[in-house]
């Protein structure tokens, strides 16, 4: 029968835990009973037992804090999710504390398993009311998966599926991980980056850190600021979950360059801002925190 990038993710995920020495897709309830792990058949979710299936009635299981039900890929990731990180970062030599380990599950989970979970149990991803203004169907990672099953084989889906998360693990880690410390320590000085609190001043800051220290400190940061390679001075503000801004630049200031723009802002030394508010340069540091006064007064 046709595989689906549950199972497919599934098996990728109990291959990081166990030697596997062969896969049978069947229905048949004997061959279930003797397997030593079963994947999204059987009407049986038991941890201790190694049985993951979702379709038995009554079945509410769940990520923390997602209200999307958990398919056989999810529940293998749910239980065994922090265990499965932690064998792939020793495969590169990568020691990292607890909570770095929590921030990675959290962020795979959000990014890439709690897709396949909606997927596979039907949840929509937007209310009715919405639509959205362009499809991308044709290239989510069910989609490749479901191609497959024309042109391709169970193996070569599983295949896709490893690949796609460890791509997603391998940015992740060099993008976040490597910079975790780093952007803790920005959080800790913000007050004294700027006394709004709400800006962090440094270069390569990955919104997904941004995000998580968010919620560690409780707060909500607008803008980062940093030193070009030109050694001008820039400012981004930050977006919201689309890409609405939180705060953009001045309206009055975009699309503006060098005098033009010093002389719209009162603030010397100016170079130019984006006409979505989204980026402003000028040529000093000091310029730059007069820019946040600006755009947030006390």
Not at 13 to 30: G, H, K, M, P
Request: glycine share 6%; net charge negative; proline share 0%.
């Amino acid at each position: 029968g046709d595989f689906h990038t549950d199972e497919c993710m599934a098996i990728f995920l109990v291959r990081q835990l166990f030697d596997i020495a062969s896969i049978q897709r069947t229905r048949d309830q004997n061959a279930i009973d003797q397997a030593d792990i079963v994947l999204d058949v059987g009407a049986v979710y038991d941890k201790k037992k190694l049985r993951f299936d979702h379709h038995q009635n009554g079945f509410q299981e769940y990520f923390e804090n997602s209200k999307v039900l958990l398919c056989a890929c999810g529940l293998i990731y749910r239980d065994f999710g922090k265990q499965i990180l932690q064998n792939l970062l020793s495969k590169q030599q990568i020691v990292v504390s607890d909570d770095k380990i929590q921030f990675a599950y959290q962020h795979m989970y959000q990014k890439l398993i709690q897709q396949i979970d909606g997927g596979d149990n039907g949840v929509e991803q937007y209310s009715e009311h919405q639509k959205s203004n362009y499809s991308t169907s044709s290239t989510t990672l069910h989609s490749r998966i479901q191609r497959l099953n024309k042109i391709g084989t169970f193996e070569q889906a599983c295949q896709v599926c490893e690949q796609e998360f460890m791509e997603q693990f391998q940015y992740f880690t060099l993008t976040a991980l490597t910079k975790f410390e780093y952007v803790d320590q920005l959080f800790k000085t913000r007050f004294q980056t700027h006394k709004s609190g709400r800006c962090l001043e440094g270069d390569e800051v990955s919104g997904l850190l941004i995000d998580y220290f968010q919620l560690v400190y409780q707060c909500d940061i607008l803008y980062v600021f940093f030193q070009r390679k030109d050694l001008q001075w820039g400012i981004k503000a930050l977006n919201t979950d689309g890409f609405k801004l939180k705060r953009a630049l001045a309206e009055e200031w975009r699309g503006l360059r060098d005098q033009e723009l010093s002389e719209k802002s009162g603030i010397k030394n100016g170079v130019f801002v984006h006409k979505s508010g989204f980026l402003g340069v000028w040529q000093t540091r000091e310029a730059i925190i007069e820019v946040i006064d600006k755009m947030i007064p006390e």
